[in-house]
């Protein structure tokens, strides 16, 4: 029955005839039935390719990333800008108080720091010494004309010599009052301050008071003094008598004027804001020693904050004065609107900060911005950050 099968099937596919010599080398080499069932290996893959990819992946992704971020999706970069003022004592010293703390809006004179100066202090009590050395010897040559009025019994010499010491007096009376006149801002200071009292700021003042009214009293009586003298006296002896003293007056008068100038000098020490503006940095601490060379506060001026992008020289056309632009700073997520305010008046090169975003040698037209008011409260800028101008702005 296989024979007639065989016959049968090599009959009709004579191409797939066995011979009975490969039929026995296929009976000879065929597997075992447990090993017919065993499936083929899978080729392994070399350990790491993944791990390499994904590295690779990630590497073309982060340059890619930083290449849009820095050389495509901005066309132009800038920064802000402003007029910081400095603000330096008059002269060296020591910080005494300070009036305004970093962050805070200032007005026009209005008082940032107080500073002192013991050598400026010493100099005026020197000088107060010199004036009270000086109206004691006024008072003993007033004293000795006084005697020879009375020892003499000449009514006119007793009315000069009256005259002379009311005038003396007057003179130390003034002296008092400039005392007191001068260290009234001071103690006002202090009071704002809370570091006196308002019982003690009160009493300067009222003390004030009453020496200014003293000061017109000896005045009024110094004038009828000297009608009496000038109807009393010889012309003799009342040139005698001025041209004795005068030299005493001269010397008073003049050391009262440089203790003026001196306490004019020293009322410097509360230094007043010269704009209005922020206070956006302070350098120094009360109790530090300062010269004038060092400056306490920076006060950005009012209106004074703009932002200013450098344009390639190809792009620069687009930008008129009054027109509008859209910018991004960072660390701000909101867009910021601003207003050309004006234009460079030449082509330069990128500041050092951005040089990496430019060309070497590139020609760059500054162009200035102000921001709008309104979205200040939103985006707080501040000077030095950075800004930057999408690239789809330049598109149309």
Not at 60 to 81: D, M, P
Not at 282 to 310: K, N
């Amino acid at each position: 029955m296989s024979k007639g099968i065989s016959s049968g099937y090599q009959a009709d596919f004579p191409s797939l005839a066995v011979s009975s010599v490969d039929t026995e080398s296929f009976a000879e080499y065929s597997p075992s039935p447990s090993q017919s069932h065993r499936p083929t290996p899978v080729p392994k893959r070399p350990k790491g390719r993944l791990a390499v990819s994904l590295v690779l992946l990630s590497f073309v992704s982060f340059v890619g990333y930083h290449l849009w971020q820095g050389w495509f999706r901005f066309s132009a970069y800038g920064s802000v800008v402003g007029r910081a003022v400095s603000v330096h004592p008059p002269w060296d010293g020591q910080l005494r108080y300070l009036h305004v703390r970093e962050g805070e809006t200032v007005r026009q004179g209005q008082v940032l720091f107080t500073i002192e100066s013991f050598q400026l202090d010493h100099q005026v009590l020197e000088l107060e010494d010199e004036i009270r050395v000086a109206q004691a010897d006024l008072e003993a040559e007033l004293a000795r004309l006084k005697w020879e009025a009375q020892f003499h019994s000449n009514l006119n010499k007793e009315a000069v010599a009256d005259y002379y010491k009311a005038w003396g007096t007057l003179l130390a009376e003034e002296a008092k009052l400039e005392d007191l006149r001068n260290s009234l801002p001071r103690a006002q200071a202090l009071f704002e301050d809370k570091t006196v009292s308002e019982q003690v700021f009160q009493r300067g003042v009222v003390q004030e008071s009453g020496q200014r009214k003293k000061v017109e009293k000896l005045a009024d009586a110094l004038e009828v003094l000297k009608e009496r003298a000038e109807v009393a006296a010889t012309v003799d002896t009342l040139d005698n008598g001025y041209e004795q003293l005068k030299p005493r007056f001269v010397k008073i008068e003049a050391l009262q004027g440089k203790v003026r100038r001196q306490r004019e000098l020293i009322e410097l020490g509360h230094v007043r804001s010269r704009v209005d503006g922020l206070v956006v940095k302070r350098h120094h601490f009360v109790g530090a020693r300062v010269t004038t060379d060092q400056s306490i506060f920076d006060v950005l001026e009012d209106g004074s904050l703009e932002i200013v992008l450098y344009i390639a020289q190809d792009s620069s056309a687009v930008f008129t004065v009054g027109s509008e632009v859209v910018v991004n700073t960072e660390p701000h997520a909101e867009a910021l609107a601003c207003t050309v305010d004006r234009l460079g008046d030449s082509y330069q090169q990128a500041p050092n900060h951005l040089k990496t975003y430019y060309r070497a040698q590139e020609h760059l037209l500054p162009v200035y911005l102000k921001p709008d008011p309104s979205l200040l409260h939103v985006v707080a800028l501040r000077m030095g950050e950075m800004v930057k101008l999408p690239t789809h702005w330049l598109d149309f």
